[in-house]
């Protein structure tokens, strides 16, 4: 999924800013499964995120005469999908999963002593999660980005980041197991 | 860690390459329109081309202003030598004989440039 690894992503993206179409095919390719993680985050359904996907690398393509190729291109691509995927919500009238970011937070089902865990347990245990801390063990722990990747993407420092994710892994222990984590 | 939820994201390849193919088709238009702009000198130039205008407009202007005053012009000269209506109505009219062509042709007076 990462053509041309020698190439940063403003050089690609300055070159697609020329009509270079190889170079937005990689710049696309590296930037795909990231974005509809990312997409996944505010819609829950993986149509939804292909919807705003899409829709988010029209627009990039549309408005990459004006991107300014000094600055990170993570940063203003990142931006144009959550800004797609937070319209698409409010237009379909469905509470955004990651807004407002300040939900306060539910005690996660604590699990009976002696059920076994299963993959559905922790899953359960997550949504009762806050979107944000939710949104980080999402994307960290099970789609397998680093903090400073999925800082990225939600538009947030890696401390806040690293904040959450330290929050959400202590929630989590505490519902799957309070004697003994499940997550590291 | 064997224990956390599956992706939600599909994991087929193909369905990751089909989506790719997708972007790329939708971005052919736009990205055809950012080839078609000229980005060799002649695009900079290009770019430039408003400044460089008024530049110029500029530079026309200091230059006129910058010419040593010149006399009338030959239209001007013209309009001063020649005869006024009446006194060409009275050539026609009262002369003793039709006027010769020597006294309808205009005599300019010698210019500056002449006299020196």
């Known amino acids: 999924m990462n053509d041309a690894p020698d190439r940063t992503d403003e050089e690609l993206a300055r070159a697609a800013k020329r009509g270079d179409a190889a170079a937005y095919d990689a710049l696309a390719r590296r930037y795909l499964r990231p974005a509809m993680a990312l997409a996944w985050q505010y819609t829950r359904r993986v149509e939804d995120a292909e919807d705003i996907v899409q829709d988010a690398f029209h627009r990039a393509v549309r408005a990459l005469a004006d991107y300014d190729d000094r600055r990170p291109f993570s940063a203003w691509f990142y931006t144009i999908v959550r800004n797609v995927a937070r319209t698409a919500i409010s237009k379909d009238g469905r509470r955004a999963a990651l807004a407002p970011l300040t939900v306060v937070e539910e005690e996660p089902p604590a699990l009976a002593a002696g059920d076994p865990i299963v993959a559905a347990d922790i899953e359960r245990a997550i949504e009762a999660l806050a979107p944000m801390q939710q949104a980080c063990v999402r994307l960290c722990e099970v789609e397998g980005f680093t903090s400073v990747e999925a800082a990225r993407m939600l538009g947030v420092s890696e401390g806040t980041i690293r904040t959450h994710l330290h929050r959400a892994r202590h929630r989590l222990r505490i519902a799957m197991d309070p004697e003994q984590g499940v997550l590291p | ?116």
């Open chain 2, 1 to 116: 860690m064997s224990d956390l939820p599956q992706s939600h994201l599909p994991q087929e390849p193909e369905y990751w390459e089909e989506l790719a193919a997708q972007i790329r088709a939708d971005a052919a238009g736009p990205l055809a329109d950012y080839a078609a702009v000229d980005h060799g000198w002649y695009g900079m130039l290009a770019q430039r081309a408003p400044w460089l205008v008024a530049a110029s407009v500029a530079a026309m202007l200091l230059l006129w202003l910058a010419l040593p005053e010149r006399g009338p012009s030959v239209a001007f000269r013209w309009i001063e030598s020649s005869l006024t209506p009446s006194e060409l109505a009275g050539t026609l009219v009262s002369g003793a004989a039709p006027p010769t062509v020597e006294i309808l042709m205009v005599q300019f007076p010698p210019s500056e440039e002449e006299r020196r």
